[in-house]
Protein backbone atom coordinates (compact mmCIF):
# COMPACT_ATOMS: atom_id res chain seq x y z
CA UNK A 1 0.00 0.00 0.00
CA UNK A 2 1.36 3.42 -0.99
CA UNK A 3 1.52 6.19 1.35
CA UNK A 4 -1.15 7.85 -0.11
CA UNK A 5 -3.72 5.38 0.32
CA UNK A 6 -2.53 4.51 3.40
CA UNK A 7 -3.32 7.81 4.92
CA UNK A 8 -6.72 7.74 2.70
CA UNK A 9 -7.47 4.43 4.96
CA UNK A 10 -6.36 6.41 8.18
CA UNK A 11 -9.03 8.81 7.40
CA UNK A 12 -12.14 6.50 7.53
CA UNK A 13 -11.00 5.36 11.22
CA UNK A 14 -13.03 6.86 13.34
CA UNK A 15 -9.98 6.98 16.30
CA UNK A 16 -12.43 7.13 19.31
CA UNK A 17 -13.95 4.06 18.89
CA UNK A 18 -12.26 0.43 19.69
CA UNK A 19 -15.38 -1.40 18.55
CA UNK A 20 -14.03 -4.55 20.60
CA UNK A 21 -14.86 -2.72 23.54
CA UNK A 22 -18.07 -0.56 22.79
CA UNK A 23 -20.70 -1.00 25.06
CA UNK A 24 -24.17 0.45 25.42
CA UNK A 25 -24.33 2.97 28.28
CA UNK A 26 -28.26 4.01 27.73
CA UNK A 27 -31.39 4.79 25.50
CA UNK A 28 -33.59 7.92 24.87
CA UNK A 29 -36.40 9.40 23.10
CA UNK A 30 -38.12 12.25 21.63
CA UNK A 31 -41.56 12.19 20.18
CA UNK A 32 -42.67 14.46 17.26
CA UNK A 33 -45.84 14.72 15.33
CA UNK A 34 -46.26 16.01 11.40
CA UNK A 35 -43.34 14.70 9.76
CA UNK A 36 -45.89 13.61 8.46
CA UNK A 37 -47.12 10.91 11.42
CA UNK A 38 -46.63 10.68 15.00
CA UNK A 39 -42.75 9.51 15.13
CA UNK A 40 -40.46 8.42 17.70
CA UNK A 41 -37.22 8.95 17.39
CA UNK A 42 -34.49 7.13 19.60
CA UNK A 43 -30.99 7.41 20.34
CA UNK A 44 -28.43 4.34 21.90
CA UNK A 45 -25.35 6.28 23.85
CA UNK A 46 -21.81 4.35 24.08
CA UNK A 47 -19.33 4.30 26.72
CA UNK A 48 -17.05 5.98 23.74
CA UNK A 49 -19.21 8.61 22.82
CA UNK A 50 -20.97 6.91 19.98
CA UNK A 51 -24.55 7.15 19.21
CA UNK A 52 -26.52 5.39 16.81
CA UNK A 53 -29.64 6.77 15.96
CA UNK A 54 -33.24 4.99 15.39
CA UNK A 55 -37.03 5.22 14.90
CA UNK A 56 -39.73 3.23 16.49
CA UNK A 57 -42.88 2.62 13.75
CA UNK A 58 -44.98 5.64 12.98
CA UNK A 59 -47.71 5.91 14.90
CA UNK A 60 -46.38 3.84 17.62
CA UNK A 61 -45.34 3.49 21.10
CA UNK A 62 -41.61 4.17 22.71
CA UNK A 63 -42.34 1.50 25.42
CA UNK A 64 -41.75 -1.06 22.80
CA UNK A 65 -37.99 -0.16 23.01
CA UNK A 66 -37.87 0.99 26.21
CA UNK A 67 -38.94 -2.74 27.35
CA UNK A 68 -35.51 -3.71 26.03
CA UNK A 69 -33.24 -1.58 27.16
CA UNK A 70 -32.26 -3.71 30.46
CA UNK A 71 -31.65 -6.55 27.94
CA UNK A 72 -28.91 -4.45 26.19
CA UNK A 73 -27.23 -2.09 28.65
CA UNK A 74 -23.29 -3.02 28.75
CA UNK A 75 -24.05 -5.06 25.58
CA UNK A 76 -21.52 -4.37 22.29
CA UNK A 77 -24.09 -3.29 19.91
CA UNK A 78 -22.06 -4.32 17.03
CA UNK A 79 -23.15 -7.69 17.77
CA UNK A 80 -26.64 -7.10 15.71
CA UNK A 81 -27.66 -10.23 15.11
CA UNK A 82 -26.84 -11.82 18.80
CA UNK A 83 -28.75 -8.62 20.36
CA UNK A 84 -31.34 -8.36 17.88
CA UNK A 85 -32.39 -12.41 18.26
CA UNK A 86 -32.23 -11.40 22.02
CA UNK A 87 -34.63 -9.22 21.53
CA UNK A 88 -37.32 -10.27 18.88
CA UNK A 89 -39.58 -12.04 20.98
CA UNK A 90 -40.71 -8.72 22.28
CA UNK A 91 -42.13 -7.65 19.28
CA UNK A 92 -45.21 -8.34 17.00
CA UNK A 93 -46.60 -7.41 14.21
CA UNK A 94 -48.27 -3.91 12.99
CA UNK A 95 -46.48 -0.84 15.32
CA UNK A 96 -45.66 -3.73 18.07
CA UNK A 97 -42.82 -4.58 15.93
CA UNK A 98 -41.29 -0.99 16.04
CA UNK A 99 -39.76 -1.15 19.13
CA UNK A 100 -37.48 -4.09 18.19
CA UNK A 101 -36.74 -2.89 14.76
CA UNK A 102 -35.78 1.15 15.80
CA UNK A 103 -33.21 -0.61 17.88
CA UNK A 104 -31.72 -2.83 15.64
CA UNK A 105 -31.74 0.08 13.08
CA UNK A 106 -29.53 1.92 15.74
CA UNK A 107 -27.64 -1.35 16.55
CA UNK A 108 -26.70 -1.03 12.86
CA UNK A 109 -26.20 3.09 12.86
CA UNK A 110 -23.65 2.32 15.49
CA UNK A 111 -21.81 -0.90 14.12
CA UNK A 112 -21.30 1.45 10.81
CA UNK A 113 -20.25 4.55 12.40
CA UNK A 114 -17.87 2.33 14.94
CA UNK A 115 -16.06 0.46 11.70
CA UNK A 116 -16.31 3.19 9.76
CA UNK A 117 -18.33 1.78 7.09
CA UNK A 118 -22.45 2.80 5.66
CA UNK A 119 -24.46 0.32 6.66
CA UNK A 120 -25.31 -0.83 3.29
CA UNK A 121 -21.89 -2.51 3.14
CA UNK A 122 -22.16 -3.95 6.22
CA UNK A 123 -25.52 -5.44 4.47
CA UNK A 124 -23.13 -7.00 1.52
CA UNK A 125 -22.59 -3.58 -0.78
CA UNK A 126 -24.87 -2.38 -3.47
CA UNK A 127 -26.81 -3.00 -6.43
CA UNK A 128 -27.21 0.24 -6.83
CA UNK A 129 -26.48 3.94 -6.30
CA UNK A 130 -29.79 5.74 -6.02
CA UNK A 131 -33.02 4.81 -4.45
CA UNK A 132 -36.19 5.69 -6.13
CA UNK A 133 -39.00 7.10 -4.40
CA UNK A 134 -42.77 5.98 -4.83
CA UNK A 135 -44.61 9.55 -3.53
CA UNK A 136 -47.85 8.62 -1.74
CA UNK A 137 -50.76 11.48 -2.16
CA UNK A 138 -53.86 10.53 0.25
CA UNK A 139 -57.56 11.35 -1.15
CA UNK A 140 -58.10 14.15 1.66
CA UNK A 141 -59.91 17.17 -0.43
CA UNK A 142 -59.47 15.40 -3.91
CA UNK A 143 -63.69 14.27 -4.41
CA UNK A 144 -63.21 13.95 -7.96
CA UNK A 145 -60.62 12.09 -10.09
CA UNK A 146 -58.97 15.51 -11.87
CA UNK A 147 -58.20 16.34 -8.87
CA UNK A 148 -56.62 13.75 -7.93
CA UNK A 149 -54.98 13.92 -11.20
CA UNK A 150 -53.82 17.18 -10.77
CA UNK A 151 -52.23 16.68 -7.13
CA UNK A 152 -50.32 13.48 -8.92
CA UNK A 153 -48.76 15.63 -11.92
CA UNK A 154 -47.51 17.83 -9.39
CA UNK A 155 -45.61 14.93 -7.63
CA UNK A 156 -44.62 14.62 -11.16
CA UNK A 157 -43.13 18.39 -11.71
CA UNK A 158 -41.39 17.85 -8.59
CA UNK A 159 -39.12 14.82 -10.51
CA UNK A 160 -40.76 11.74 -9.19
CA UNK A 161 -41.59 9.11 -11.21
CA UNK A 162 -43.53 6.44 -9.25
CA UNK A 163 -47.09 7.20 -8.01
CA UNK A 164 -49.72 5.86 -5.15
CA UNK A 165 -53.07 7.38 -4.51
CA UNK A 166 -56.05 6.35 -2.08
CA UNK A 167 -58.77 4.55 -3.93
CA UNK A 168 -61.73 3.08 -2.06
CA UNK A 169 -65.26 3.08 0.13
CA UNK A 170 -63.56 5.92 1.71
CA UNK A 171 -64.25 8.36 -1.05
CA UNK A 172 -67.91 6.53 -1.61
CA UNK A 173 -69.01 7.93 1.81
CA UNK A 174 -71.59 10.92 0.11
CA UNK A 175 -72.27 9.15 -3.19
CA UNK A 176 -75.72 8.30 -2.34
CA UNK A 177 -76.22 4.18 -3.43
CA UNK A 178 -72.88 3.64 -3.68
CA UNK A 179 -72.09 0.92 -0.64
CA UNK A 180 -74.17 -1.55 0.63
CA UNK A 181 -73.49 -2.61 4.84
CA UNK A 182 -76.24 -3.42 7.52
CA UNK A 183 -79.00 -0.14 7.96
CA UNK A 184 -77.13 2.40 10.43
CA UNK A 185 -73.83 0.53 9.86
CA UNK A 186 -72.14 3.03 7.40
CA UNK A 187 -73.58 5.94 9.34
CA UNK A 188 -71.31 4.75 12.37
CA UNK A 189 -68.83 3.87 10.45
CA UNK A 190 -68.33 7.19 8.24
CA UNK A 191 -68.48 8.85 11.47
CA UNK A 192 -65.74 7.20 13.30
CA UNK A 193 -63.70 7.52 9.73
CA UNK A 194 -63.51 11.28 10.25
CA UNK A 195 -62.98 11.36 13.95
CA UNK A 196 -60.45 9.29 13.69
CA UNK A 197 -58.78 11.49 10.60
CA UNK A 198 -58.93 14.49 12.76
CA UNK A 199 -57.57 12.72 15.97
CA UNK A 200 -54.29 11.76 13.68
CA UNK A 201 -53.85 14.94 12.37
CA UNK A 202 -54.27 16.22 16.09
CA UNK A 203 -53.04 13.88 18.73
CA UNK A 204 -55.48 13.83 21.55
CA UNK A 205 -55.31 11.43 24.88
CA UNK A 206 -57.15 8.08 25.16
CA UNK A 207 -60.73 8.16 25.79
CA UNK A 208 -63.51 5.99 26.23
CA UNK A 209 -65.53 7.56 22.86
CA UNK A 210 -62.30 6.78 21.11
CA UNK A 211 -61.93 3.69 22.26
CA UNK A 212 -65.89 2.93 20.84
CA UNK A 213 -64.56 4.48 17.42
CA UNK A 214 -61.76 2.08 17.37
CA UNK A 215 -64.06 -0.90 18.22
CA UNK A 216 -66.29 -0.47 14.10
CA UNK A 217 -62.44 0.67 12.66
CA UNK A 218 -60.81 -2.35 13.52
CA UNK A 219 -63.55 -4.59 12.72
CA UNK A 220 -61.91 -6.94 9.85
CA UNK A 221 -62.95 -6.07 6.06
CA UNK A 222 -64.21 -9.54 6.18
CA UNK A 223 -66.67 -9.12 9.05
CA UNK A 224 -67.54 -5.41 7.86
CA UNK A 225 -70.57 -6.36 5.29
CA UNK A 226 -69.17 -3.66 3.41
CA UNK A 227 -69.78 -3.97 -0.42
CA UNK A 228 -69.73 -2.16 -3.46
CA UNK A 229 -72.83 -1.62 -5.28
CA UNK A 230 -73.05 -0.95 -9.26
CA UNK A 231 -72.93 2.17 -8.75
CA UNK A 232 -70.07 2.32 -6.54
CA UNK A 233 -68.14 0.32 -9.40
CA UNK A 234 -68.93 3.05 -11.93
CA UNK A 235 -67.69 5.69 -9.84
CA UNK A 236 -64.35 4.47 -8.46
CA UNK A 237 -63.38 2.79 -12.24
CA UNK A 238 -64.63 6.70 -13.20
CA UNK A 239 -62.26 8.14 -10.69
CA UNK A 240 -59.52 6.52 -12.07
CA UNK A 241 -60.27 6.89 -15.49
CA UNK A 242 -60.10 10.48 -14.76
CA UNK A 243 -56.76 10.35 -12.95
CA UNK A 244 -55.27 8.45 -15.92
CA UNK A 245 -56.79 11.00 -18.30
CA UNK A 246 -54.30 13.67 -16.68
CA UNK A 247 -51.17 11.81 -15.83
CA UNK A 248 -51.04 9.80 -18.60
CA UNK A 249 -50.99 6.31 -19.09
CA UNK A 250 -46.78 5.94 -18.85
CA UNK A 251 -46.16 6.74 -15.15
CA UNK A 252 -46.82 3.98 -12.70
CA UNK A 253 -49.28 4.12 -10.39
CA UNK A 254 -50.22 2.25 -7.21
CA UNK A 255 -53.33 1.94 -5.65
CA UNK A 256 -54.34 2.25 -1.29
CA UNK A 257 -56.81 2.20 1.13
CA UNK A 258 -59.38 0.45 -0.45
CA UNK A 259 -61.27 0.03 2.70
CA UNK A 260 -63.43 -2.41 4.79
CA UNK A 261 -64.49 -4.27 1.69
CA UNK A 262 -64.81 -8.36 1.43
CA UNK A 263 -63.00 -9.87 -1.33
CA UNK A 264 -66.11 -10.55 -3.62
CA UNK A 265 -66.09 -6.41 -4.20
CA UNK A 266 -62.64 -6.36 -4.56
CA UNK A 267 -62.51 -8.67 -7.30
CA UNK A 268 -64.98 -7.13 -8.99
CA UNK A 269 -63.66 -3.74 -8.81
CA UNK A 270 -60.26 -5.09 -9.81
CA UNK A 271 -61.76 -6.46 -12.63
CA UNK A 272 -63.18 -2.93 -13.30
CA UNK A 273 -59.57 -1.38 -12.99
CA UNK A 274 -57.16 -3.96 -15.15
CA UNK A 275 -57.54 -1.23 -18.42
CA UNK A 276 -55.57 1.24 -16.06
CA UNK A 277 -52.92 -1.21 -15.93
CA UNK A 278 -51.94 -0.37 -12.07
CA UNK A 279 -48.43 -0.90 -10.67
CA UNK A 280 -50.38 -2.75 -7.97
CA UNK A 281 -53.06 -2.90 -5.49
CA UNK A 282 -52.08 -2.43 -1.64
CA UNK A 283 -53.76 -3.87 1.54
CA UNK A 284 -56.84 -4.92 0.25
CA UNK A 285 -57.75 -7.65 3.33
CA UNK A 286 -55.71 -8.14 6.19
CA UNK A 287 -52.24 -9.87 5.66
CA UNK A 288 -53.40 -13.06 7.56
CA UNK A 289 -56.10 -14.08 4.80
CA UNK A 290 -53.54 -16.24 2.64
CA UNK A 291 -56.53 -17.84 1.00
CA UNK A 292 -58.17 -14.62 0.17
CA UNK A 293 -54.81 -13.52 -1.30
CA UNK A 294 -54.50 -16.58 -3.22
CA UNK A 295 -57.91 -16.36 -4.77
CA UNK A 296 -57.66 -12.29 -5.52
CA UNK A 297 -54.40 -12.86 -7.07
CA UNK A 298 -55.84 -15.72 -8.97
CA UNK A 299 -59.07 -13.29 -10.06
CA UNK A 300 -57.71 -10.52 -11.09
CA UNK A 301 -54.77 -9.05 -13.79
CA UNK A 302 -53.06 -6.35 -11.21
CA UNK A 303 -50.04 -7.09 -9.11
CA UNK A 304 -51.62 -7.48 -5.70
CA UNK A 305 -49.01 -6.30 -2.36
CA UNK A 306 -49.10 -6.27 1.49
CA UNK A 307 -46.76 -7.11 4.08
CA UNK A 308 -46.16 -3.26 5.88
CA UNK A 309 -47.56 -5.14 8.93
CA UNK A 310 -45.55 -8.24 8.63
CA UNK A 311 -43.23 -9.21 11.75
CA UNK A 312 -40.00 -11.31 10.55
CA UNK A 313 -39.57 -12.93 8.01
CA UNK A 314 -41.34 -16.30 8.79
CA UNK A 315 -44.05 -14.71 8.21
CA UNK A 316 -44.19 -13.85 4.41
CA UNK A 317 -43.65 -17.37 3.79
CA UNK A 318 -47.32 -17.88 3.38
CA UNK A 319 -48.30 -15.23 1.04
CA UNK A 320 -45.65 -16.48 -1.08
CA UNK A 321 -45.96 -20.01 -1.05
CA UNK A 322 -49.72 -19.68 -1.86
CA UNK A 323 -49.00 -17.07 -4.96
CA UNK A 324 -50.83 -14.59 -2.65
CA UNK A 325 -48.94 -11.40 -3.66
CA UNK A 326 -46.81 -10.40 -6.90
CA UNK A 327 -44.89 -7.44 -4.97
CA UNK A 328 -44.48 -7.32 -0.94
CA UNK A 329 -44.23 -4.30 1.11
CA UNK A 330 -42.51 -4.75 4.36
CA UNK A 331 -41.69 -2.00 6.72
CA UNK A 332 -38.09 -1.91 7.91
CA UNK A 333 -39.20 -0.50 11.37
CA UNK A 334 -42.12 -3.25 11.38
CA UNK A 335 -40.31 -6.40 9.61
CA UNK A 336 -37.78 -6.58 12.16
CA UNK A 337 -35.19 -4.13 10.85
CA UNK A 338 -32.49 -4.09 8.17
CA UNK A 339 -31.29 -7.40 8.31
CA UNK A 340 -34.66 -8.79 8.99
CA UNK A 341 -36.24 -6.80 5.50
CA UNK A 342 -33.02 -8.21 3.67
CA UNK A 343 -33.56 -11.87 4.29
CA UNK A 344 -37.49 -11.34 3.66
CA UNK A 345 -36.33 -9.69 0.27
CA UNK A 346 -33.53 -12.72 -0.56
CA UNK A 347 -36.70 -15.24 -0.18
CA UNK A 348 -38.98 -13.38 -2.40
CA UNK A 349 -36.82 -12.90 -4.84
CA UNK A 350 -36.61 -16.97 -4.87
CA UNK A 351 -40.50 -16.57 -5.98
CA UNK A 352 -39.88 -13.89 -8.83
CA UNK A 353 -41.83 -11.08 -6.40
CA UNK A 354 -40.23 -7.80 -5.90
CA UNK A 355 -40.31 -5.41 -2.85
CA UNK A 356 -41.84 -2.10 -2.95
CA UNK A 357 -40.41 -0.94 0.82
CA UNK A 358 -43.15 0.56 3.57
CA UNK A 359 -41.89 4.09 4.87
CA UNK A 360 -43.72 6.40 6.58
CA UNK A 361 -41.51 8.09 9.13
CA UNK A 362 -38.44 10.45 9.59
CA UNK A 363 -34.98 10.65 7.84
CA UNK A 364 -33.87 8.12 10.07
CA UNK A 365 -36.54 5.36 9.15
CA UNK A 366 -36.41 6.52 5.44
CA UNK A 367 -32.29 6.54 5.41
CA UNK A 368 -32.22 3.26 7.11
CA UNK A 369 -35.02 1.92 4.50
CA UNK A 370 -32.24 3.42 2.02
CA UNK A 371 -29.91 1.57 2.66
CA UNK A 372 -31.84 -2.16 2.84
CA UNK A 373 -32.41 -0.87 -0.66
CA UNK A 374 -29.21 -0.77 -2.37
CA UNK A 375 -28.43 -3.69 -0.86
CA UNK A 376 -31.03 -6.06 -1.91
CA UNK A 377 -31.93 -7.08 -5.45
CA UNK A 378 -35.52 -7.03 -6.51
CA UNK A 379 -35.84 -3.75 -5.07
CA UNK A 380 -38.96 -2.02 -7.07
CA UNK A 381 -39.78 1.69 -4.63
CA UNK A 382 -39.39 3.24 -1.25
CA UNK A 383 -42.14 4.79 -0.64
CA UNK A 384 -42.37 8.44 0.41
CA UNK A 385 -44.61 10.35 2.15
CA UNK A 386 -43.64 13.65 3.25
CA UNK A 387 -43.70 15.82 -0.17
CA UNK A 388 -45.51 18.16 1.31
CA UNK A 389 -43.52 18.51 4.79
CA UNK A 390 -41.20 21.25 3.93
CA UNK A 391 -39.10 20.61 7.47
CA UNK A 392 -38.43 17.09 6.68
CA UNK A 393 -34.99 16.64 5.77
CA UNK A 394 -34.36 20.09 8.28
CA UNK A 395 -34.85 17.21 11.07
CA UNK A 396 -31.35 15.73 10.17
CA UNK A 397 -27.98 17.34 10.08
CA UNK A 398 -25.17 15.92 7.15
CA UNK A 399 -28.00 15.06 4.61
CA UNK A 400 -26.99 15.56 1.20
CA UNK A 401 -28.72 18.66 -0.48
CA UNK A 402 -30.75 18.31 -1.91
CA UNK A 403 -31.60 14.81 -0.75
CA UNK A 404 -34.32 14.32 -3.23
CA UNK A 405 -33.15 14.36 -6.67
CA UNK A 406 -35.67 13.49 -9.71
CA UNK A 407 -37.00 11.59 -7.43
CA UNK A 408 -34.72 9.41 -6.21
CA UNK A 409 -32.51 9.54 -2.73
CA UNK A 410 -28.98 8.59 -2.02
CA UNK A 411 -27.68 7.07 0.55
CA UNK A 412 -24.91 9.10 1.86
CA UNK A 413 -21.15 6.98 1.32
CA UNK A 414 -20.21 7.69 5.33
CA UNK A 415 -20.25 5.78 8.15
CA UNK A 416 -23.57 4.59 9.90
CA UNK A 417 -26.95 5.49 8.05
CA UNK A 418 -24.96 8.77 7.12
CA UNK A 419 -26.74 11.01 9.86
CA UNK A 420 -24.01 13.27 11.68
CA UNK A 421 -26.73 14.03 14.36
CA UNK A 422 -30.27 15.22 15.02
CA UNK A 423 -31.63 18.67 14.99
CA UNK A 424 -33.10 19.67 18.52
CA UNK A 425 -33.92 23.05 17.52
CA UNK A 426 -36.32 21.41 14.34
CA UNK A 427 -37.69 18.65 16.73
CA UNK A 428 -38.93 21.40 19.80
CA UNK A 429 -40.79 22.57 17.37
CA UNK A 430 -42.79 19.63 16.81
CA UNK A 431 -42.81 17.91 19.95
CA UNK A 432 -45.66 15.69 20.35
CA UNK A 433 -48.33 17.35 22.77
CA UNK A 434 -48.77 14.23 24.97
CA UNK A 435 -45.31 13.38 25.16
CA UNK A 436 -43.43 16.21 25.95
CA UNK A 437 -39.50 16.26 26.70
CA UNK A 438 -36.54 15.71 24.73
CA UNK A 439 -33.76 13.56 24.96
CA UNK A 440 -34.72 12.87 28.95
CA UNK A 441 -33.02 10.25 31.09
CA UNK A 442 -35.08 6.57 30.84
CA UNK A 443 -33.32 5.37 34.25
CA UNK A 444 -35.84 3.91 35.31
CA UNK A 445 -36.34 1.01 32.67
CA UNK A 446 -32.34 -0.14 33.14
CA UNK A 447 -33.02 -2.83 35.73
CA UNK A 448 -36.69 -4.49 34.63
CA UNK A 449 -36.15 -8.33 34.48
CA UNK A 450 -38.51 -11.05 33.81
CA UNK A 451 -37.10 -15.07 32.71
CA UNK A 452 -37.52 -14.15 29.08
CA UNK A 453 -36.54 -17.85 27.86
CA UNK A 454 -38.96 -19.46 25.25
CA UNK A 455 -38.44 -22.90 26.44
CA UNK A 456 -38.72 -25.07 29.75
Known amino acids: MDERAAREALNRVNPYSRPSELRITDMRFVDIVGAPFHCTLL??????????????????????????????????????????????????????????????????????????????????????DGVRLYCDTDAHGKGDG????????????????????????????????ALSAPLGFLDQFKAAWRTAETRQASPQPQ?????????????????????????????????????????????????????????????????????????????????????????????????????????????????????????IHPDVLTAGGMLETKKIADMAAEYGVPVALHMAESPVGCLAAAHVAVAIENFLALEFHAADV????????????????????????????????LNDEVLREHLHPGIPGLWEPTDGWNETWAHDRLWS
Request: charge should be neutral; include cysteine; glycine fraction near 12%.
Open 146 to 177: RAMGQALKARLAKGFTFLKMDLGASLLFDVEG
Open 207 to 327: SAERRREEEVLHIPHPFAGLQLTEKGLDWLEGYVAEVRSVIGPEVPLAIDHLGHLNVESLIRLGRRLEKYHLAWLEDPVPWQYTDQYARLSRAVAIPICTGEDIYLKENFRPLLERGGVSV
Open 390 to 421: AWWSDLAAGLPEPFIRDGFIYPPDRPGLGIDD
Open 43 to 128: KIYTNQGLVGLGEVRDMSDRRYALMLKSRLLGENPCHVDKLFRRIKPFGGHGRQGGGVSGVEVALWDLAGKAYGVPVYQLLGGKFR
